[in-house]
């Protein structure tokens, strides 16, 4: 899997939007973008994906760079909730998913989102 | 609807013990995978089912670790013998698929897993 770069941490004030970075410069023409999220103490949780276009559902918002090399998830309005470890990972095609899914998620270190009140 | 669950949230034994990890998907879920997280290190893939087929076993750091699926159900997962790298948190997720698209994993809150 193509590997991705994220800054370690972020900070941010609740209410006001954040923007976390991701870089894949590496990315091939069938990876997908997603981007999961930890919670602590829990297990990760799915955020978003995408392949080429901008996306967005209630969680979040996904801009991809027009040559695919990076990658911003925008949360809108922070909230003390959004506070976790935020992954981005590039998910292609497996041979290995015997044709149901596109696999394993290979995890980064992420960067952790501090959320001040 | 249920979520992921596992059992037990937590596991304590000794070098040399043996335990089984459980983790029961999302009803209707074909694919199941483990991950964990040893301490210090990133999230790292184990092994995924489809129904109770083993399809991608490369992550199984070793024959320690053994990953059954019965009947497409419900997966366990055994160290045994366990040794002291072997501590860290153990998730699941499950999936559904359908025509080949992209699918959400939904994982499990983890198995805390502390060998002495």
């Known amino acids: 899997d193509a590997k991705t770069t994220q800054p370690n941490s972020m900070e941010s004030n609740e209410e006001e939007p954040v923007h976390l970075p991701c870089n894949h410069s590496?990315?091939?023409?069938?990876?997908?973008i997603h981007w999961y999220r930890q919670l602590p103490s829990q297990g990760p949780e799915y955020v978003i994906h995408?392949?080429?276009s901008n996306v967005n559902n209630r969680m979040a918002s996904l801009a991809i760079a027009e040559d695919r090399k990076s990658s911003t998830l925008i949360l809108h309005r922070a909230t003390l909730r959004d506070a976790a470890v935020y992954y981005c990972?590039?998910?292609?095609?497996?041979?290995?998913?015997?044709?149901?899914?596109?696999?394993?998620?290979?995890f980064g270190q992420g960067t952790i989102l501090t959320v001040h009140p | 609807e249920a979520g992921v669950t596992q059992f037990p949230s937590h596991s304590v034994i000794e070098k040399g013990q043996t335990v089984t990890l459980r983790c029961d998907p999302i009803?209707?879920?074909?694919?199941l995978y483990w991950y964990r997280r040893v301490m210090g290190k990133e999230i790292k893939f184990l092994l995924h089912?489809?129904?109770?087929?083993?399809?991608?076993e490369s992550g199984m750091p070793n024959n320690r670790f053994l990953a059954e699926r019965t009947g497409g159900t419900y997966s366990t997962l055994k160290v045994q013998p366990a040794e002291l790298e072997d501590s860290g948190v153990y998730f699941c997720?499950?999936?559904?698929?359908?025509?080949?698209?992209?699918?959400?994993?939904?994982f499990g809150p983890g198995t805390r897993l502390t060998v002495l």
């Open positions: 997720a499950s999936s559904q698929v359908f025509g080949g698209r992209i699918d959400e994993q939904f």
């Open positions: 590496t990315i091939s023409g069938t990876d997908y």
């Open positions: 995408g392949l080429t």
């Open positions: 990972i590039l998910r292609g095609y497996s041979a290995n998913a015997g044709g149901t899914s596109y696999g394993k998620l290979t």
């Open positions: 009803s209707g879920h074909d694919n």
């Open positions: 089912f489809v129904k109770e087929s083993k399809q991608d």
